[in-house]
């Protein structure tokens, strides 16, 4: 299997396959979400595939399993709102009570640009840090570091 624009069927034929398998008993539209997802990934960034390192499936099958897993990280995060909402809180006055309490101002200031978004996507949306690295163009390792470094930052805020 290649991935050229020739090929575009075979490839999305694939990834129905694999996100199929990943997510048994999830709803249609989920799936087809994740597919979805995972096709434009594909043709974004199908300049990174590198046939030295792997085999066009192998590395269609790790860019499905990584959008099943930010899937299911959605999923999770959504159960744990569903019961809030539920609630009834006054989330406003909460949300304000706690910033009175923590100046997480102070340490959203020391962030540098890269390690802004990828505390926001990362940490608050629930995105893959190799995903969100990737889109801005940092190595792999580099943007590990920057989000710890960002964690660590905003932790000195809540002191």
């Known amino acids: 299997m290649t ?3 020739a090929h575009i069927a075979e490839v999305l ?3 129905q396959q694999r996100v199929r398998a990943e997510l048994r008993g999830a709803e249609q539209a989920d799936q087809e ?3 979805g997802e995972a096709v434009v990934y594909v043709l974004k960034h199908r300049d ?3 046939r030295q390192r792997a085999t066009a499936e192998g590395w269609l099958t790790m860019v499905a399993r990584q959008h099943v897993r930010e899937h299911r ?3 999770k995060q959504e159960r744990i709102m569903v019961p809030l909402a539920e609630e009834h809180l006054d989330v406003p ?3 304000e009570a706690e910033a009175e309490r923590y100046d997480l101002t102070q340490g959203w200031e020391k962030l540098d640009e890269h390690e802004r978004v990828l505390f926001k996507e990362c ?3 629930g995105q893959g840090v190799e995903l969100v690295g990737e889109t801005l163009g940092l190595p792999r ?3 590990y570091a920057k989000l710890r470094r960002a964690i660590d930052k905003m932790k000195g805020g809540l002191a």
Request: net charge neutral; no cysteine; proline share 0%.
């Open 3 to 5: 991935l050229g624009d």
């Open 13 to 15: 034929a694939f990834l």
């Open 33 to 35: 979400d994740v597919v």
């Open 48 to 50: 990174r595939y590198d």
């Open 73 to 75: 990280k959605r999923i």
């Open 93 to 95: 006055a909460l949300a």
């Open 123 to 125: 940490v608050h949306e």
């Open 141 to 143: 390792r580099t943007a």
